[in-house]
């Protein structure tokens, strides 16, 4: 199972950045896909949820600004940013949970937004 980040990069607040998670060996459209964010020193954030049925969560402090899509026909998950912040910056990690309990993790992609 595979994982594959990428996207990041350095931006000035207020830029965007599209994120990607290409995944391979997992039926990934059965899979609930999130995006998470560790920025140093603090904990591990989850930023964004979308259910195999498309269904999407966020958490408070992106709302309104960051958008998770996903293409089961690519095996792709996306994260559009729109209107960064320098407190985005951070490694954000794709993770993918089956209902029945596995979980598989990615390598990150850092994201710097400079103020």
């Known amino acids: 199972v595979q994982l594959q980040a990428s996207g990041g990069g350095l931006v000035q607040a207020g830029g965007s950045l599209r994120l990607s998670c290409a995944a391979s060996?997992?039926?990934?459209?059965?899979?609930?896909m999130r995006w998470y964010r560790q920025a140093p020193g603090n904990q591990r954030e989850l930023v964004a949820s979308?259910?195999?049925?498309?269904?999407?969560s966020y958490a408070d402090s992106v709302k309104g600004r960051f958008t998770i899509s996903r293409d089961n026909a690519k095996n792709t998950m996306f994260l559009q940013m729109n209107s960064l912040k320098p407190e985005d910056t951070g490694v954000y990690l794709c993770?993918?949970?089956?209902?029945?309990?596995?979980?598989?993790w990615g390598q990150g992609t850092q994201v710097t937004v400079s103020s």
């Open positions: 060996g997992i039926s990934f459209s059965r899979y609930t």
């Open positions: 993770n993918a949970e089956h209902q029945i309990g596995l979980v598989y």
């Open positions: 979308i259910g195999s049925g498309t269904s999407t």
